[in-house]
């Protein structure tokens, strides 16, 4: 039986087939894991070593109890994801042996061949691998930040087997929005993987998707438009779109910053890609609200791109967040206005609500009550089908990450950025 297991899951995918891709390309023998999303799989299989990466919202559904059981087994439990990096403290108090803090491409393939030589048991020796987080002998130990400058050094996905996502293509991102887990974890300067590479390995997809924090910015340091980077990249594509493939760009799960929306820009996407929808995130009507988040555009270029993407035949879906730090009634009108505005030129709003998360700069920031008319707005909307988003789901989840916060916030230890208290 396999001595290690992968605990998939719909929300981590995309990284572990990542991380899987990385894993092979260095040696590891795949065959050696037990890959699945059955946690009674695991269960029954009793490995040595179970790995897992999760968002901090997801401890609160059926992760603790699966730890619980684990550990009964006497399983050494490795962390992941966002929540790990953020709070290493707090996810080795969850039940987990070692937290993997930064970008796990080499971190992963280290640790598992450290542990195979130690049989699977927490050693000094691991204090030499940078990316860990782990108590020795009662000791908190933390090996410092791992970073991958040059990502594409691993493909992004595994050859060995038949597991798919979306590639990233670009990893990082330079405005340091307070409420984005990214740039802070990921880095402010955007690095690409080269066209020839995306190309190689969107063969084995059938649509077409990859993962970026601003599709329009392909090629630039990310604050500026590179428009022949990005024409490169969409006309190295098009034989596969030739071979049936559909190209999606600029849409889920990536999206596009309001202010690269422009007419260069659009018809690209009309000479080169299939999809007619394009996200944006406008986050707020109220352009002291986006100063206040330090998203780095105004209201004026959220309806400029709204007014192209409808001239060139785009349905524009526009992200906003409701029930921000020191948002008050008329900033909330605002963002409603901003909304009615939208939809009357035939686009479609996603709501969310502000959740405080760890390692940004508004981690330690409350929300604000939704006014009487956001409510009665976004509840009316929601009924008529006219709105998207989990904005009401996310209203107790907002309450559970600020007591979280409140109990144990944790000063970002090591990241590629400071992260200040912006709050």
């Known amino acids: 039986m396999p001595e290690i297991a992968v605990r998939m899951t719909k929300r981590n995918h995309n990284a572990f087939v990542h991380l899987l891709g990385a894993l092979e390309s260095q040696g590891f023998d795949l065959g050696e894991l037990l890959i699945t999303k059955d946690f009674n799989e695991i269960l029954k299989a009793r490995p040595k070593v179970v790995l897992?990466?999760?968002?901090?919202e997801e401890i609160w559904g059926p992760l603790p109890?699966?730890?619980k059981l684990l550990k009964e087994k006497g399983t050494l439990l490795i962390a992941g994801g966002y929540h790990a990096i953020a709070m290493p403290k707090h996810t080795l108090k969850l039940g987990f042996d070692i937290a993997v803090i930064g970008e796990g491409e080499e971190v992963l393939f280290q640790l598992l061949t450290k542990l195979k030589k130690t049989?699977?048991?927490i050693t000094?020796?691991?204090?030499?691998?940078k990316g860990l987080a782990f108590y020795l002998n009662g000791e908190f130990v933390f090996t410092g930040f791992a970073k991958v400058e040059d990502f594409w050094r691993f493909p992004p996905y595994p050859e060995s087997l038949r597991l798919i996502s979306p590639i990233e293509i670009t990893r990082g991102c330079p405005f340091g929005c307070y409420y984005c887990q990214t740039p802070y974890?990921?880095?402010?300067?955007m690095r690409h993987r080269p066209i020839d590479q995306i190309v190689k390995y969107s063969r084995r997809m059938k649509d077409m998707r990859y993962i970026t924090p601003n599709a329009?910015?392909?090629?630039?340091?990310g604050a500026v438009l590179k428009l022949d980077k990005l024409e490169a990249l969409l006309k190295a594509l098009q034989p596969l779109r030739k071979e049936g493939r559909r190209l999606f760009y600029g849409t889920f799960p990536s999206e596009v910053r309001p202010e690269f929306v422009l007419p260069e820009t659009l018809e690209l996407l009309i000479d080169y890609a299939d999809n007619r929808r394009l996200a944006i995130g406008a986050q707020s009507g109220d352009d002291a609200m986006l100063?206040?988040?330090h998203r780095l555009h105004k209201v004026e270029h959220v309806k400029r791109a709204v007014e192209y993407m409808v001239e060139y035949g785009f349905e524009p879906v526009v992200d906003f967040i409701v029930g921000l730090p020191n948002e008050t009634e008329e900033?909330?009108?605002?963002?409603?206005e901003l909304m009615k505005w939208i939809m009357r030129k035939g686009g479609t709003v996603r709501a969310h609500y502000f959740m405080p998360l760890p390692g940004t700069p508004w981690a330690r920031c409350k929300s604000s009550p939704l006014s009487e008319e956001m409510k009665r707005f976004l509840g009316r909307m929601a009924a008529e089908g006219r709105i998207e988003g989990s904005w009401s789901n996310q209203v107790e989840l907002s309450r559970k990450l600020q007591r979280l916060m409140d109990e144990f916030y944790e000063e970002p230890m090591s990241h590629t950025v400071p992260v200040r208290n912006a709050c």
């Open 52 to 56: 897992y990466s999760f968002f901090t």
């Open 124 to 129: 000094p020796e691991l204090a030499d691998i």
């Open 216 to 221: 329009f910015a392909y090629g630039s340091p």
């Open 65 to 67: 109890m699966e730890v």
């Open 291 to 293: 100063k206040a988040m």
């Open 331 to 336: 900033s909330q009108r605002m963002s409603i």
């Open 185 to 189: 974890i990921k880095g402010f300067r």
């Open 119 to 121: 049989g699977y048991k």
